[in-house]
């Protein structure tokens, strides 16, 4: 298959799939003990939620697929932006990463390598993949643990995904992304702190998962670039 039509089967997967997000949305389980402020139904019917999903999920299926060097393991990764989206989504509308799609892209993405390993045998790939699962997740459950206020267990959960693409990708992969994700959430901050010119708004709740993806996806496309 040539890169062209890697990258339009790439895309055309994901916004298949992403066809499906309000539906997955809608069907997630309420958090018993501590409910969110709005339900994940209420959350689903948003009427611009699916063509944005549609849209975003397909545009970086796509670019991942062009700019990442070419590899199985990130073009079969590449359909779960919509798992991306919908988490990002839903976090930012009301601080919650929910768990259920969190545990399962991961299991997939660990699913995948394993296939990956069997065909090629890539045994540095691999464990590159494993360990940057591992050194996101440890170093997040440190955070959390020091400033629970400031940061949930779901970002804990999401952070073994994004180490888990990160670390297949590279070390460097790797740390570009997780600090770029906690530069740009610390910009955006103080820049909306300055915008309402209040300080009390460094100390109100902010959404870290979108800010987590997106320093994953500014690890995968910069450092190939």
Same mark, same amino acid.
């Given at each position: 298959?040539?890169?062209?039509?890697?990258?339009?089967?790439?895309?055309?997967?994901?916004?298949?799939?992403?066809?499906?997000?309000? @539906?997955?949305?809608?069907?997630?389980?309420?958090?018993?003990?501590?409910?969110?402020?709005?339900?994940?139904?209420?959350?689903?019917?948003?009427?611009?939620?699916?063509?944005?999903?549609?849209?975003?999920?397909?545009?970086?299926?796509?670019?991942?697929?062009? =700019? +990442?060097?070419?590899?199985?393991?990130?073009?079969?990764?590449?359909?779960?932006?919509?798992?991306?989206?919908?988490?990002?989504?839903?976090?930012?509308?009301? =601080?919650?990463?929910?768990?259920?799609?969190?545990? +399962?892209?991961? @299991?997939?993405?660990? #699913?995948?390598?394993?296939?990956?390993?069997?065909?090629?045998?890539?045994?540095?790939?691999?464990?590159?993949?494993?360990?940057?699962?591992?050194?996101?997740?440890?170093?997040?459950?440190?955070?959390?643990?020091?400033?629970?206020?400031?940061? #949930?267990?779901?970002?804990?959960?999401?952070?073994?995904? +994004?180490?888990?693409?990160?670390?297949?990708?590279?070390?460097? =992969?790797?740390?570009?992304?997780?600090? @770029?994700?906690?530069?740009?959430?610390?910009?955006?901050?103080?820049?909306?702190?300055?915008? =309402?010119?209040?300080?009390?708004?460094?100390?109100?709740?902010?959404?870290?998962?979108?800010?987590?993806?997106?320093?994953?996806?500014? #690890?995968?496309?910069?450092?190939?670039?």
């Amino acid at each position: 298959m040539s890169p062209g039509a890697v990258v339009l089967v790439s895309a055309a997967v994901a916004g298949l799939l992403a066809l499906g997000v309000p @539906a997955l949305l809608r069907r997630l389980p309420e958090p018993v003990d501590d409910p969110p402020v709005v339900p994940y139904a209420t959350l689903a019917g948003w009427a611009p939620l699916l063509p944005l999903a549609v849209a975003v999920s397909a545009a970086l299926a796509g670019l991942l697929a062009w =700019q +990442v060097e070419p590899s199985r393991l990130m073009v079969a990764l590449a359909p779960l932006t919509p798992v991306w989206v919908l988490l990002a989504y839903v976090d930012w509308r009301v =601080q919650r990463l929910p768990k259920v799609p969190i545990l +399962v892209a991961t @299991a997939v993405g660990v #699913g995948l390598l394993a296939a990956e390993w069997l065909w090629t045998r890539d045994t540095a790939a691999a464990l590159g993949a494993l360990a940057g699962l591992v050194i996101a997740r440890s170093a997040f459950w440190l955070l959390w643990r020091m400033l629970p206020h400031a940061m #949930g267990f779901g970002d804990v959960r999401l952070a073994a995904l +994004v180490g888990l693409v990160l670390g297949r990708l590279g070390w460097e =992969q790797l740390a570009v992304g997780l600090w @770029a994700g906690l530069a740009i959430f610390g910009v955006w901050g103080i820049g909306r702190a300055v915008a =309402q010119r209040s300080r009390t708004a460094m100390r109100e709740p902010l959404a870290y998962g979108p800010f987590m993806i997106l320093g994953m996806l500014v #690890g995968a496309l910069a450092v190939s670039l």
